[in-house]
Protein backbone atom coordinates (compact mmCIF):
# COMPACT_ATOMS: atom_id res chain seq x y z
CA UNK A 1 0.00 0.00 0.00
CA UNK A 2 1.36 3.54 -0.44
CA UNK A 3 1.25 6.32 1.90
CA UNK A 4 -1.80 7.83 1.06
CA UNK A 5 -3.63 4.40 0.73
CA UNK A 6 -2.52 3.97 4.66
CA UNK A 7 -3.87 7.22 5.59
CA UNK A 8 -7.28 6.82 3.56
CA UNK A 9 -7.57 3.46 5.02
CA UNK A 10 -7.33 4.79 8.82
CA UNK A 11 -9.38 8.51 7.55
CA UNK A 12 -12.31 5.74 6.70
CA UNK A 13 -11.86 3.79 10.26
CA UNK A 14 -12.47 7.23 12.01
CA UNK A 15 -14.98 8.18 9.85
CA UNK A 16 -13.85 10.94 8.80
CA UNK A 17 -13.38 11.55 4.52
CA UNK A 18 -10.78 10.61 2.55
CA UNK A 19 -8.25 12.70 0.70
CA UNK A 20 -6.25 13.16 -2.78
CA UNK A 21 -3.29 13.87 -0.70
CA UNK A 22 -1.78 13.41 2.50
CA UNK A 23 -0.76 16.93 3.01
CA UNK A 24 -4.35 18.33 2.08
CA UNK A 25 -5.39 19.65 5.55
CA UNK A 26 -4.40 19.59 8.70
CA UNK A 27 -6.13 16.57 10.16
CA UNK A 28 -4.66 14.16 7.39
CA UNK A 29 -1.29 15.90 8.35
CA UNK A 30 -1.59 14.13 11.64
CA UNK A 31 -2.80 11.08 10.56
CA UNK A 32 0.39 10.64 8.22
CA UNK A 33 2.39 11.14 11.08
CA UNK A 34 0.56 8.61 13.14
CA UNK A 35 0.92 6.13 10.23
CA UNK A 36 4.88 6.76 9.77
CA UNK A 37 4.89 6.37 14.01
CA UNK A 38 2.66 3.72 13.69
CA UNK A 39 5.09 1.84 10.54
CA UNK A 40 8.54 2.50 12.62
CA UNK A 41 6.74 0.72 15.71
CA UNK A 42 5.94 -2.32 13.37
CA UNK A 43 9.06 -2.38 11.55
CA UNK A 44 10.96 -2.28 14.90
CA UNK A 45 9.15 -5.48 16.24
CA UNK A 46 10.08 -7.70 13.90
CA UNK A 47 13.10 -8.95 11.36
CA UNK A 48 10.70 -8.45 8.42
CA UNK A 49 11.74 -10.83 5.23
CA UNK A 50 10.72 -7.77 3.06
CA UNK A 51 13.30 -5.49 4.90
CA UNK A 52 15.98 -8.19 4.31
CA UNK A 53 18.88 -7.04 1.26
CA UNK A 54 22.45 -6.49 1.36
CA UNK A 55 24.99 -3.65 1.22
CA UNK A 56 27.78 -4.65 -0.68
CA UNK A 57 30.84 -2.92 0.12
CA UNK A 58 34.13 -2.99 -1.91
CA UNK A 59 37.44 -2.81 -0.59
CA UNK A 60 40.63 -0.95 -1.37
CA UNK A 61 44.02 -0.94 0.19
CA UNK A 62 44.08 2.39 1.54
CA UNK A 63 41.54 1.85 4.15
CA UNK A 64 40.03 -0.35 6.93
CA UNK A 65 36.88 1.53 7.61
CA UNK A 66 33.73 1.93 5.21
CA UNK A 67 30.11 3.03 5.35
CA UNK A 68 27.42 1.19 4.91
CA UNK A 69 25.62 3.28 1.97
CA UNK A 70 22.60 4.19 2.31
CA UNK A 71 22.05 2.75 6.03
CA UNK A 72 21.64 5.75 7.31
CA UNK A 73 22.08 3.82 11.02
CA UNK A 74 19.12 2.19 10.97
CA UNK A 75 20.19 -1.30 9.86
CA UNK A 76 20.79 -4.81 11.99
CA UNK A 77 23.52 -7.00 10.84
CA UNK A 78 22.45 -10.66 10.10
CA UNK A 79 25.55 -11.79 8.71
CA UNK A 80 28.69 -10.68 6.19
CA UNK A 81 30.67 -13.00 4.22
CA UNK A 82 33.60 -11.95 2.10
CA UNK A 83 31.83 -12.50 -1.44
CA UNK A 84 35.53 -12.33 -3.20
CA UNK A 85 36.91 -15.23 -0.88
CA UNK A 86 33.15 -16.99 0.02
CA UNK A 87 34.04 -16.78 2.94
CA UNK A 88 31.95 -15.48 6.04
CA UNK A 89 33.17 -12.82 8.38
CA UNK A 90 33.46 -13.28 11.85
CA UNK A 91 32.51 -10.22 14.38
CA UNK A 92 34.63 -8.53 16.69
CA UNK A 93 33.68 -6.08 19.26
CA UNK A 94 35.37 -2.61 19.27
CA UNK A 95 37.85 -3.08 22.27
CA UNK A 96 39.45 -6.03 20.30
CA UNK A 97 39.12 -4.12 17.15
CA UNK A 98 40.91 -0.97 18.47
CA UNK A 99 43.54 -3.20 19.71
CA UNK A 100 44.22 -4.96 16.57
CA UNK A 101 44.62 -1.69 15.04
CA UNK A 102 45.98 1.39 18.10
CA UNK A 103 48.44 -1.53 19.78
CA UNK A 104 49.44 -4.22 17.61
CA UNK A 105 51.11 -3.56 14.30
CA UNK A 106 48.44 -4.81 11.62
CA UNK A 107 48.70 -7.19 8.82
CA UNK A 108 47.39 -6.82 5.82
CA UNK A 109 45.45 -9.66 4.00
CA UNK A 110 42.36 -11.04 3.10
CA UNK A 111 39.40 -9.20 5.32
CA UNK A 112 38.80 -11.61 7.74
CA UNK A 113 36.65 -9.71 10.85
CA UNK A 114 34.42 -6.61 11.12
CA UNK A 115 33.36 -4.62 13.49
CA UNK A 116 30.98 -1.66 13.50
CA UNK A 117 32.59 1.71 14.71
CA UNK A 118 30.24 4.61 13.99
CA UNK A 119 28.37 6.80 11.60
CA UNK A 120 29.83 8.70 8.88
CA UNK A 121 28.54 12.65 8.15
CA UNK A 122 26.26 11.25 5.76
CA UNK A 123 24.56 9.26 8.63
CA UNK A 124 25.40 6.12 7.52
CA UNK A 125 27.41 3.13 9.59
CA UNK A 126 30.20 2.51 9.24
CA UNK A 127 32.47 -0.69 9.90
CA UNK A 128 36.07 -1.81 10.53
CA UNK A 129 37.56 -4.15 8.64
CA UNK A 130 40.78 -6.69 9.93
CA UNK A 131 43.40 -7.11 8.43
CA UNK A 132 43.34 -4.37 6.74
CA UNK A 133 42.41 -5.58 2.88
CA UNK A 134 45.59 -5.88 0.94
CA UNK A 135 43.24 -5.04 -2.55
CA UNK A 136 39.88 -5.18 -3.78
CA UNK A 137 37.37 -7.46 -2.00
CA UNK A 138 33.55 -6.88 -2.49
CA UNK A 139 31.94 -7.83 1.41
CA UNK A 140 28.12 -8.59 1.47
CA UNK A 141 26.90 -7.18 4.71
CA UNK A 142 23.34 -8.86 4.88
CA UNK A 143 21.12 -6.52 6.65
CA UNK A 144 17.56 -5.81 8.11
CA UNK A 145 17.09 -2.46 6.66
CA UNK A 146 14.53 -0.21 8.60
CA UNK A 147 12.73 2.64 6.14
CA UNK A 148 12.55 6.05 6.61
CA UNK A 149 9.47 8.27 7.57
CA UNK A 150 7.35 8.71 4.41
CA UNK A 151 6.83 12.02 3.07
CA UNK A 152 5.25 11.07 -0.34
CA UNK A 153 1.86 9.85 -1.46
CA UNK A 154 3.13 7.10 -3.38
CA UNK A 155 6.01 5.80 -0.88
CA UNK A 156 5.38 2.06 -0.56
CA UNK A 157 5.32 -0.32 2.54
CA UNK A 158 6.78 -3.31 1.90
CA UNK A 159 5.64 -4.89 5.25
CA UNK A 160 2.33 -5.99 6.44
CA UNK A 161 0.07 -2.97 6.05
CA UNK A 162 -2.76 -4.53 8.46
CA UNK A 163 -0.81 -3.52 12.17
CA UNK A 164 0.45 -0.61 10.61
CA UNK A 165 -3.16 0.45 10.48
CA UNK A 166 -4.52 -1.18 12.61
CA UNK A 167 -2.55 0.92 15.55
CA UNK A 168 -2.20 4.28 13.51
CA UNK A 169 -5.55 4.26 13.61
CA UNK A 170 -5.92 3.34 17.75
CA UNK A 171 -3.41 6.61 17.83
CA UNK A 172 -5.79 8.32 16.21
CA UNK A 173 -8.52 7.33 17.97
CA UNK A 174 -6.65 8.22 21.26
CA UNK A 175 -6.21 11.56 20.02
CA UNK A 176 -9.68 12.19 19.40
CA UNK A 177 -11.15 10.86 22.26
CA UNK A 178 -13.48 8.81 20.61
CA UNK A 179 -14.33 6.90 17.48
CA UNK A 180 -18.37 5.91 18.13
CA UNK A 181 -18.47 2.59 19.20
CA UNK A 182 -14.44 1.12 19.71
CA UNK A 183 -12.47 2.19 22.05
CA UNK A 184 -8.86 3.27 22.08
CA UNK A 185 -7.52 0.56 24.19
CA UNK A 186 -9.46 -2.13 22.44
CA UNK A 187 -7.82 -0.94 19.05
CA UNK A 188 -4.44 -1.49 20.53
CA UNK A 189 -5.37 -4.57 21.36
CA UNK A 190 -6.35 -5.55 18.11
CA UNK A 191 -2.86 -3.94 16.65
CA UNK A 192 -1.26 -5.96 19.17
CA UNK A 193 -3.38 -9.13 17.85
CA UNK A 194 -2.31 -8.26 14.03
CA UNK A 195 1.01 -7.65 14.74
CA UNK A 196 1.49 -11.07 16.01
CA UNK A 197 -0.89 -13.11 13.79
CA UNK A 198 1.98 -11.41 10.60
CA UNK A 199 5.17 -11.69 12.66
CA UNK A 200 3.94 -15.65 13.09
CA UNK A 201 3.54 -15.66 9.23
CA UNK A 202 6.73 -14.39 8.42
CA UNK A 203 8.81 -15.97 10.99
CA UNK A 204 7.13 -19.24 8.88
CA UNK A 205 9.77 -18.00 5.99
CA UNK A 206 12.64 -18.29 8.74
CA UNK A 207 12.15 -21.57 11.00
CA UNK A 208 15.83 -21.60 11.67
CA UNK A 209 15.23 -17.93 13.07
CA UNK A 210 12.34 -19.22 15.84
CA UNK A 211 13.43 -23.58 16.44
CA UNK A 212 15.88 -24.17 19.06
CA UNK A 213 17.58 -27.49 18.90
CA UNK A 214 19.55 -29.20 21.66
Request: aromatic residues 10%; without cysteine; glycine residues 6%.
Amino acid sequence: MTYLQLVNSVLRRLREDEVTTVGQNAYSKLIGEFVNDAKRTVEDAYDWTALRTTITVTTSDTSYNYPLTGSQNNTKLLFVNNATQKTQMQYRGASWMNNAYLIDTPPTGVPQFYSIKGVDTNGDTTVDVYPKPNGVYNLDFNVVQRTADFTEDAASLVIPSSPVIQLATGLGARERGETGGTSAAEMFALADNTLADAIAIDAAQHPEETIWYS
